[in-house]
């Protein structure tokens, strides 16, 4: 049966299911629980500052402000538009203002809709509001709740938007009837086989943390299949879901209590980086949870059996790139598009970029979230332990095929028996993806066409000897540096020095040096004066491969051609730098990357990531990146990497002013020097900015 075919049978049979359920409610029609009607708590009470604040907290647990808050909106005021296969559903007002909030509602009212889905007014609410979960709070934690939305939140007069629900679940009063058949509000019951730890955490998670509404299996009336690890379906209680074009993983068994805690407290672990929505459950609701309440949810988590038992992920071994990863067009595409942040080995870079080995989004049989996130992008969590946040740009640019050879590759080499993934799934994906989000072609040359060249053996090593340099010559490199260091994406990022037609403009008149030179001589002068190395003989084999890729590189360019974001741009000369003002940018922008003394960052098998900018190790800004001002113009067109969600490293993003303030501090910090500086500018000429 193929795919549209099977979700044609689907949407029928989820019609079909909803019409059953509208019968049977009408069969039950008379026997519809009356209005549950519980005792007012007095305004003393209400006011209480102690019980406001308790309030403060449930409100968290219960990840109130993730969902009845709008980006850009006034908190709790709602707005936030809900995506469901039936349609649109838009949260609501719950601020305390008597008009268009909650402010003229009464703590019974407040109460029933809680716990039943019944609005004060009597309209039923969608499910898309947990109600189901919220029925298992107690009452004491309902009244602090209450609490602090009359009191504690400040009254936003905002009116609500109507629902964008197609027929027929447009029709409110069939939530009556759903409500009777399929919604489960059974209270909490404590489990006196378990401790006090294991029991906080299963009435946290069944209950205020709602995780099952996004992470449990739904059924044929898009009910939660289970509310708990009880019963026929307890099994399948936090079993994994497709929520809107994502894949909430399975909790159930999947890591470590302590791995979890860290998760749900910072937004990463060591074998993952939460995504998607999961983002504002962490900023909102979980980072503000105090420890116990962590380890109750993670214990509660850890002992919920699988039915497909997860062997613990290994932690991920420090090894070259993987097998294919020179041989196959994925892994071209991978070392081109993604080894700059997650590293030939899939380790990626501790507290910036999440590792592929163990990572549950890799190993997932359900590539949705995967795929989701490669098309449109990423960002991590803002929390108090890593409040900065980076981003992993759309790449909806790349072509569908691109993207399912370069998962499939790293399912293959990260995901365990994770199933490879089709050029189908991606064209499918794509269809569902918010239409601001770019995918015009990008144009630069793909290594994957390496393969498809009759010297692809010799040109394979000359790209590997530009972003294995360091590894592959070390005779010839004196510091930490590789080509890639400086020219991303294997050279082929418009205003990072690109290699793209680079060789049709050699020979050519250097000033610097006061004579032609060849592109070889190119080439040897960043070993010289960049790398603090040695040269290459030209007609060694490795130099030929360097010349052959830089040859492949140039594709049809003619040297009277202008390649667009040839070089690194420029930057306003009559701007003045302001070294002090650039200190302070680096330690918050780039410190991570290259350390808060220059000193370069190094993965727990003591290699070298990201090079030093000065000091004994640091290159000497020699080829190239002598002169300040063109410093620069590199940093701001290509740092920092993962600053925001633009092609293809999410790169750059400083002002004209903030570049130069920053480039002028690290380039004039101590470091080696270049040896012959002393017979630089032989003609005269040397520019103000240049550093010799």
């Excluded at 406001?52 to 709602?78: F, N, P, S, W």
Aim: one cysteine or more.
């Amino acid at each position: 049966m193929d795919e549209r075919k099977a979700k044609r049978l689907k949407r029928v049979g989820i019609i079909a299911g909803m019409a059953a359920v509208f019968a049977a409610g009408v069969a039950l029609w008379m026997d519809l629980p009356p209005t549950i009607t519980v005792e007012e708590p007095d305004v003393a009470t209400l006011l209480d500052p102690a019980l406001v604040e308790r309030g403060r907290y449930i409100a968290q647990l219960g990840d109130c402000v993730a969902c009845h808050t709008e980006k850009g909106g006034k908190e709790m005021a709602g707005g936030l538009a809900l995506e469901t296969p039936m349609g649109t559903i838009f949260s609501t007002n719950i601020t305390p203002d008597s008009k268009t909030g909650i402010g003229a509602w009464t703590f019974g009212a407040f109460d029933r809709a809680m716990r039943k889905g019944v609005a004060a007014d009597g309209h039923n609410l969608y499910p898309a509001m947990p109600y189901p979960s919220y029925a298992k709070i107690t009452g004491e934690d309902m009244t602090a709740l209450w609490a602090y939305l009359r009191h504690g939140v400040e009254p936003v007069e905002k009116e609500n938007r109507e629902t964008s629900m197609n027929f027929p679940f447009n029709l409110r009063f069939g939530l009556a009837y759903w409500n009777v058949v399929l919604a489960d509000g059974t209270p909490f019951v404590a489990d006196p086989s378990q401790d006090a730890v294991w029991n906080r955490g299963a009435y946290l998670v069944q209950g205020l943390g709602h995780c099952g509404a996004c992470h449990t299996p739904r059924g044929i009336g898009f009910e939660e299949v289970a509310m708990s690890e009880k019963g026929p379906n307890g099994d399948r209680f936090l079993a994994g879901e497709n929520v809107e074009n994502w894949h909430a993983v399975e909790l159930r068994d999947l890591w470590t209590v302590e791995d979890t805690v860290e998760l749900l407290k910072t937004g990463q672990n060591r074998f993952a980086t939460v995504s998607g929505s999961m983002t504002d459950v962490i900023l909102h609701s979980t980072q503000n949870f105090t420890d116990g309440d962590l380890v109750a949810i993670a214990t509660y988590l850890k002992s919920l059996p699988s039915k497909n038992p997860k062997p613990m992920p290994p932690k991920p071994v420090y090894t070259d790139a993987p097998e294919g990863a020179y041989t196959t067009a994925g892994g071209l595409g991978y070392m081109q598009f993604c080894n700059d942040c997650h590293r030939p080995d899939g380790t990626g870079v501790k507290g910036v970029f999440p590792a592929l080995a163990g990572n549950p989004t890799i190993a997932a049989r359900d590539p949705s979230t995967l795929v989701h996130i490669t098309l449109t992008g990423w960002e991590t969590a803002s929390t108090n332990a890593h409040p900065r946040t980076y981003t992993m740009p759309a790449f909806a640019r790349l072509e569908d095929k691109e993207i399912a050879d370069i998962l499939s590759f790293v399912r293959k080499n990260w995901g365990g028996d994770a199933p490879a993934i089709t050029e189908a799934q991606v064209a499918e994906a794509r269809k569902h993806i918010d239409p601001k989000i770019d995918a015009s072609n990008f144009e630069t040359p793909r290594l994957a066409g390496l393969l498809d060249a009759p010297n692809k053996d010799q040109l394979v090593r000359g790209m590997r000897l530009n972003s294995e340099t360091n590894k592959l010559l070390p005779g010839h490199v004196g510091n930490d540096l590789n080509c890639t260091s400086c020219h991303l994406n294997a050279g082929t990022v418009a205003d990072g020095s690109p290699y793209v037609g680079v060789s049709a403009f050699f020979p050519s008149y250097a000033p610097r040096s006061g004579k032609e030179i060849t592109m070889a001589d190119r080439i040897n002068g960043c070993f010289r004066r960049s790398m603090n190395g040695k040269p290459l003989a030209p007609e060694s084999a490795d130099m030929q491969a360097m010349l052959a890729y830089f040859d492949w590189m140039k594709g049809a360019t003619k040297p009277e051609d202008k390649v667009p974001g040839r070089g690194v741009g420029k930057i306003d000369p009559s701007l003045v730098p302001d070294p002090a003002n650039g200190e302070k940018i680096y330690a918050v922008q780039c410190a991570v990357c290259h350390g808060a003394s220059g000193e370069g960052l190094k993965d727990e098998a003591g290699r070298v990531v990201y090079p030093a900018l000065w000091g004994d190790r640091s290159f000497n800004i020699g080829a190239g990146m002598a002169r300040t001002y063109t410093a620069a113009a590199f940093v701001k067109r290509n740092m920092p990497v993962g600053f925001h969600e633009k092609f293809p490293l999410g790169q750059g993003g400083l002002s004209d002013q903030e570049a130069l303030d920053v480039a002028d501090y690290f380039s004039h910090m101590p470091r080696p020097d270049f040896p012959d500086k002393v017979k630089d500018w032989p003609n005269g000429g040397k520019p103000k900015d240049a550093r010799y």
